[in-house]
């Protein structure tokens, strides 16, 4: 996991186009519509609800712009780290029904595209959970050596006794199970990554 960014872009803003290479890019909108284009021929809409992973590989360009003139977009934008270098790039973009999440882990992202996930050029599985006050889950790594990242969205999560309020995160390593409790309702991001 290189980057985790929570990003504000005012309305008719955005990020002109730019290049990458080799990086795997995540983009969750919270808030707001995006308006992505691409080098490989894209050229699309991003919502709430939905999930983008573009796979930069040999090297892409593209632009990211608030599709509202109106309201703000917010969004978080994720990099990992590609198992493999140089594949040829490729574009995910997918919406996840909300009652698929409620008090259980939604995988939207894994490495072969299982449940109906986007897939990854890494061992990284990615989930969204919507956890009403008081319900509990129990996360178990899907690869003996990831790591676990946790970034509390909106509410109040208590992870093994610490207690993680809205935009907190916390990394988690040496474990085969942890058990993830919301003490009010709470939207969720667990990201399960190989440890460098």
């Known amino acids: 996991l290189r980057v985790i960014n929570d990003d504000y872009i005012a309305p008719a803003q955005g990020f002109g186009t730019h290049p990458h290479q080799d990086m795997e890019i995540i983009t969750v909108p919270l808030k707001g519509t995006l308006r992505h284009k691409d080098t490989m021929g894209n050229e699309t809409i991003i919502r709430h609800g939905e999930v983008q992973l573009m796979s930069a590989g040999t090297g892409v360009y593209h632009s990211e712009y608030n599709h509202s003139k109106d309201e703000a977009v917010n969004m978080l934008q994720i990099w990992v780290l590609p198992k493999k270098k140089r594949i040829e790039p490729r574009y995910g973009q997918k919406k996840f029904a909300r009652e698929d999440r409620l008090n259980k882990l939604q ?85 399960e990554v190989p440890e460098v």
């Open 107 to 191: 995988m939207v992202i894994s490495p072969d595209g299982r449940d109906g996930s986007i897939e990854i050029n890494q061992d990284s599985f990615f989930y969204l959970s919507d956890l009403s006050s008081g319900n509990t889950i129990d996360y178990k790594l899907n690869f003996k050596n990831n790591g676990l990242y946790a970034f509390v969205i909106e509410g109040e999560l208590e992870v093994d006794g610490k207690v993680l309020n809205a935009r907190d995160a916390l990394g988690i390593e040496n474990f085969d199970q942890v058990s993830l409790k919301a003490n009010k309702d709470t939207q969720l991001l667990l990201i």
